[in-house]
């Protein structure tokens, strides 16, 4: 039986790129089947092991092929585990606060007459373990795993904290009428309001979807 392993290995070796196992290991059953295929139509073991073997003309191009095939194939796999539920859960969740916000909704605030206190849309936050199982749902079915369901899941707060991160240290810089004490305050309200409460509650549809599963497991 020919090592057909060793020989792609070999070819590659010549060509001057490295390559996994897993795809040697599939040229090589690929390379199998071609030859036992040949011999079975009545050609002699020298005639199809001399045309198997010249089956690839250009060993580097096949190997550029398998890696940009490769790396293809794991950007399709990111969008669907990562970049699609967390755009899904982008859009409904912070677009369900404008729904709100339009209709006239009103938020619930500690201190009305301040900047410094807490705003919060009730109905907002109750929807949002909904809005996170629906991003962890996605991502599931997309084979997506671990931490990844909770990125998913929390995703518009994670998004409300990196616009955080970028437009406070420029109301800070600029913004020099507002007192240093006012404004740590009502940074650390807004953060509260819009990326650490929403965060949680997001987070919680992960267990919403494992909830669901356990049903439906049952």
């Known amino acids: 039986m020919r090592d057909w392993r060793k020989f792609v290995r070999q070819r590659m070796a010549d060509s001057g ?26 050609m002699t073991e020298a005639e ?13 191009e096949l190997q550029q092929s398998i890696t940009a095939a490769r790396q293809e194939g794991m950007m399709n796999e990111r969008v669907a585990k990562f970049w699609l539920p967390s755009l899904v859960t982008l859009l409904l969740g912070w677009g369900i606060l404008a729904i709100l916000i339009w209709a006239g909704v009103q938020p619930w605030m500690t201190h009305p007459a301040e900047a410094r206190g ?12 909904l809005v996170g ?8 079915r997309a084979n997506a795993t671990g931490w ?4 998913a899941a929390a995703f518009p707060a994670i998004a ?11 109301a800070v810089l600029v913004d020099r009428n507002v007192g240093p004490d006012f404004r740590f305050v009502s940074f650390a309200a807004n953060t509260i309001s819009w990326v650490i409460l929403p965060g949680l509650m997001l987070c919680a549809g992960v267990a919403v979807e494992r909830l669901r599963l356990t049903k439906c497991g049952t």
Do not use: K, M
């Not at 092991?49 to 060993?59: C, D, H, M, P």
């Not at 990844?148 to 990125?151: G, S």
């Open 133 to 140: 199982a629906l991003g962890a749902h996605l991502a599931r």
């Open 17 to 42: 790129d490295a390559i996994s196992e897993d795809v040697v290991r599939e040229l090589a059953e690929h390379l199998e089947d071609v030859y036992t295929g040949l011999c079975a139509s009545g």
């Open 148 to 151: 990844r369901l909770y990125v």
């Open 48 to 60: 199809a092991l001399l045309r198997t073997r010249r089956l690839v003309q250009n060993w580097l």
């Open 160 to 170: 409300a904290a990196v616009v955080f991160l970028i437009l406070i240290p420029w």
């Open 118 to 129: 807490l705003e919060v849309y009730v109905p907002w936050l109750i929807v949002q373990p």
